[in-house]
C-alpha cells in the first residue's frame, strides 16, 4: 500500500470513539436491491452489513421517507419507499442498525430531502440555472418560518433515528434539494 494511505486501515479515536478505520462508507443503495417492501428488505440489511464487515467504520443509510417518491418520475420511482408511520416496520430497520453495530461499524441516517414546495430560487440574465438544474417548484422567498419548519423536521427526525440506534446523521445538501439551493453561492443574492 502507498505510504499515503499507510493509516487508512487503522484505528483513530475522535472524542470517546474508537474508529475500526478510517473509511466512512456513504449513503449507497443500489437499484432495484429491493422490491416494493415498506421497510429494509433482507437483501438490503446484507448489503449495509458487508460495507461494515468490509471495513467502514461508519455507515450511511438513507431514510428513503418521502411517500410522494414514485411520483416524480425518472429514476426516483424503483428506490426503496419506507413506510416509518407503520411501528411493525422499525423492526427491520432496527436489525439493519444492529447489522452495522455487529461489525464495530457506526450508523448514521443520511436525511434526505426536506421538501419546502414553495420554495424556488428564481434564475435571472446574471445568473441563469446551471445545466444541472431544473426547476420544479413554485418561485418564493426563504422566510424565516420555512427555515424554521426546516431545522424542527431535521431535529425530529434526528431525533426518531437515534431512538431506533443511529448513531449520528448526515442532512442531504445535493442536486435540488432546499438545503443545497439555499446555502449555495450560485443561488444566495
Not at 438490503?44 to 418520475?73: S, Y
Not at 444492529?98 to 445568473?127: C, G, R, V
Not at 426563504?142 to 446523521?169: H, N, P, R, W
Amino acid at each position: 500500500m502507498s505510504k499515503l494511505f499507510s493509516h487508512l486501515l487503522f484505528p483513530i479515536r475522535i472524542g470517546n470513539h474508537v474508529l475500526k478505520s478510517r473509511i466512512i462508507a456513504p449513503q449507497s443503495l443500489p437499484h432495484y436491491i429491493q422490491g416494493s417492501e415498506p421497510a429494509p428488505a433482507p437483501s438490503t440489511i446484507q448489503h449495509v452489513g458487508n460495507i461494515a464487515k468490509n471495513g467502514a467504520a461508519i455507515v450511511e443509510f438513507g431514510t428513503w421517507d418521502d411517500t410522494l417518491q414514485r411520483t416524480h418520475g425518472g429514476t426516483a420511482g424503483h428506490f426503496p419507499m419506507y413506510d416509518y408511520s407503520n411501528p411493525a416496520n422499525e423492526t427491520y430497520v432496527c436489525k439493519l442498525v444492529d447489522t452495522i453495530h455487529f461489525y464495530d461499524s457506526l450508523a448514521s441516517i443520511y436525511i434526505l430531502p426536506m421538501e419546502m414546495p414553495n420554495f424556488q430560487p428564481q434564475p435571472s440574465k446574471e445568473k441563469p440555472f446551471p445545466f444541472w438544474f431544473s426547476p420544479v417548484n413554485k418561485v418564493s422567498e426563504i422566510t424565516q418560518e420555512m427555515m424554521q419548519d426546516m431545522i424542527e423536521l431535521a431535529v425530529k427526525k434526528t431525533t426518531y433515528f437515534k431512538s431506533l440506534g443511529f448513531d449520528m446523521c448526515s442532512l442531504q445538501m445535493s442536486y435540488r434539494e432546499f438545503l443545497h439551493i439555499g446555502m449555495s453561492k450560485f443561488f444566495l443574492r
